[in-house]
């Protein structure tokens, strides 16, 4: 489920608890689209130095949208969906 709160878009996938929702921070938000990033920056013991960030754009004339991150040390996939008018 996506919500809009201020200038914040929360994600609640449905492989997630519903106390995990992810927050992106809204970069962009207008008659087109949506488009909004979640940073991050910090040491894991196990993983070691992990930074980059989680980016979604949702395309409001058609409901798609897309999840993609960039990142050190690694990027993962992109993941496509479909989503209800926000």
Known sequence: ???LHGDELLWEPKELLESSALRF???ENNEVGIVAAAPHAYADRSL???IGFEAIVID???GRMRLGNMGMP???PSR???CHKL
Do not use: N, P, V, W
Request: charged share 35%; net charge neutral.
């Open 80 to 82: 496509d969906g479909e």
């Open 25 to 27: 921070k809204i970069l």
């Open 1 to 3: 489920m996506l919500q």
């Open 60 to 62: 409001k004339a058609s």
């Open 74 to 76: 690694q990027d993962a």
């Open 48 to 50: 070691g130095r992990i």
